[in-house]
């Protein structure tokens, strides 16, 4: 199910801060938050749309899951253990805005993508393609990950119940964002929207693995 | 690290006498025993002061000597997390190819030497490893990959000036250096590093 | 002009440097280098955790110590003086064991094949040992080009250093720098002992100072890069025949100066 026509661009998007215990030195640059892969037509990153995690619980929630997950798929020395810091928060239109900005002449598009991830159903893609015949795709990466802190707000700190006995805890090394160090709310009416948005899609996306699930059943039990 | 006027127009040379050590039961009374001559009245005990001004191989007349451990105190975290950065247990967002790191080491080397303060660094994935320095509201990033390095200089509301992959082009090394020089400008370079810092540029530019 | 013989004088250090650019999956390995050259095992080898600070392979022969440090963009093999005689500064036995030193490192740096070497650098020094620094000026400026004119004086720290580059074939027209330099330097000796873990600290672990006011003559012969810029990277690359020949010219380029200081043998 794909919701991206319905990422506005006032919509918040969340950037988890997950840290190895080990990388807590002074060396290591905050913008690290931002982590682009590179595809055919440029790179992609990940981000949390507000939309689909309408309160800061289930935006931490996520990113308690997400460092869990983390730790299980590898077997990692108690130093290199993944920990959930916190979010930095940004609107979809800063990273929208990227396409065309001075300075990035080589995005040709920055596209926020509704993409459910590993059952997460507020995950974004956060897509930046570029011109063909560019060969710099790491400083372009430079460029936006500079752009988009510097439209960030944050941290919100959080310590995920698993973490509860860290001391100190790694958040404690989270930079304040350059635009606000406090999270933006919606006003109350488009929060209200929101949640109920997010009620309507989770329970359509309930209803829709469950039919999934009974086709590919009985497709199962009557072969060909 | 103490500091002291240098002469600008020659490095003195410093070398390490001997250091006997390793094996202790071939030295009398179980004792290791160090010995370090430094030039010109530097008094060297245990660690070493930083003595002088490494200009950059690129553009000094005179090659200066380097004695081990010497290393900036901020150098040294940023070693040890480049280090980090090749373990083959950590994190794959953290991690970085082999020929990647290598530019970067060189790339931290030639700043150390020219005397700039110690960058942060993060990482897009194992193609680069980024530099950065903040002066108050700027932002300047050195985006090394294995065979090239980007420049990037930004403000709280807009990007400045880019320097992109070149193509032999020795203006846009210039750029390169230049960008660095504006920002260094407004940095204070510590005293043992001021002339390098001229020196480096200026010739750069003269160069050009 | 000067003394036909300088016997007072005394090599302190020798070194062959080369500079390279990445490009390399590793950096070079300073113990493969050091074998390379002497053939042997180091005494003593470091290699630090921190991908910033050197490593190094240490050694010793007979007559002086040997080492080759490595460090990002650069590799140094060293010949150094093994200790420091009571009455005078660490001096290395003699100029023909520097010599014969230096003429074995550029042998093996022609056997390595080292790629991305864009710059190489050779560096001898000569040293008289004075009780006093208007001895040690007077003794520069003994050795110091007469056309100068310089009158010795009471002054401390002298310095002067002149460059008298030339244009090298081997280094593709390209300029090489012949630096020369006389100082009168104050070198500073500390030797302390450090006890074996769990042993306490005793009398030889108290570092001792020792100072000398030593005359010094250096030679700085090294090949200025071409600016040219690939991938925004310097990319001029000397290849294996380029470097033995520059260093080779070199060596004999700060013979020649040696000799007609001189210094002897």
Known sequence: MNLSCFVADQDYLYRHAIRPTAFRGKAFDPRKLFYFRNDQHGFEGSAIWDTLAPNLDLVHAYGCRLAAQRNSSTVAKPKDLQVYCGVYQFRASDFRDLKGLPGLEEVADAEVTHRIETGEISHVALKIIVAADWDDLEGTKTAVVDRLWQACRGPDKYICKSDEAMDPHPNSFLSDAPHSTTLASSPMIL????????????????????????????SISQPG | ???????????????????????????????????????????????????????????????????????????????????????????EEWKVNAPVLEAAKFVASQLAAGGFPAPQIFNHGPLSIVFTWTHQADTLYLTVSADKVSALLSTPERIKRRHQSPLSEMAEQKFLLMSLHSYASQYTIPLNSTSSVELFFSSAESAT | ????????????????????????????????????????????????????????????????????????????????????????????????????????????????????????????????????????NDALIKIMPAALGTRAGKWEDLIFQINEPYVSPDAGGDRVN???????????????GMPEIGQPINMASVPKFVEFIVATYSIDINNAVSPVIINGMNLTKLTAQQQTALLRDALKRSRDKFSEIGFAQ
């Open chain 2, 1 to 91: 690290m103490s500091t002291y006027e240098v002469t600008p127009i020659y490095i003195q040379s410093f070398y390490v006498q001997g250091t006997e050590q390793i094996d202790q039961r071939a030295l009398a009374g179980n004792v290791q025993t160090h010995s370090y001559v430094a030039a010109s009245g530097i008094p060297v005990v245990g660690s070493f002061a930083a003595p002088f001004n490494y200009l950059s191989g690129l553009t000094s007349n005179v090659v200066p000597v380097i004695g081990a451990g010497e290393l900036r105190s901020d150098y040294q975290e940023l070693g040890s997390a480049l280090t980090e950065m090749t373990r083959v247990d950590i994190a």
């Open chain 1, 191 to 218: 929060h209200l929207i929101k949640r109920l948005r997010f009620v309507i899609f989770l329970t359509l996306y309930r209803l829709y693995r469950k039919l999934s699930a009974a086709a590919a059943a009985t």
């Open chain 3, 178 to 192: 012949l630096n020369q330099n006389w100082s009168a330097r104050k070198l500073q000796i500390v030797t302390f």
């Open chain 3, 1 to 136: 002009m000067n003394e036909p013989l300088l016997p007072d004088w005394k090599p302190l250090a020798g070194r062959v440097t080369l500079f390279y650019v990445p490009g390399m999956a590793a950096s070079p390995s300073t113990l493969e280098l050091y074998k390379s050259v002497w053939h042997s095992d180091p005494d003593n080898f470091q290699k630090s955790d921190n991908a910033l600070a050197p490593t190094v392979a240490q050694g010793k022969l007979s007559a002086c110590g040997i080492n080759c440090t490595v460090q990002p963009g650069r590799i140094d093999f060293n010949i150094t003086p093994l200790e420091a005689g009571k009455n005078s500064a660490p001096a290395i036995e003699s100029l023909s064991v520097l010599n014969e030193q230096l003429d074995r490192i550029v042998a093996a740096v022609a056997t390595l094949n080292l790629a991305n070497v864009n710059r190489i650098a050779l560096f001898s020094q000569m040293g008289k040992t004075c009780r006093s620094y208007p001895e040690a």
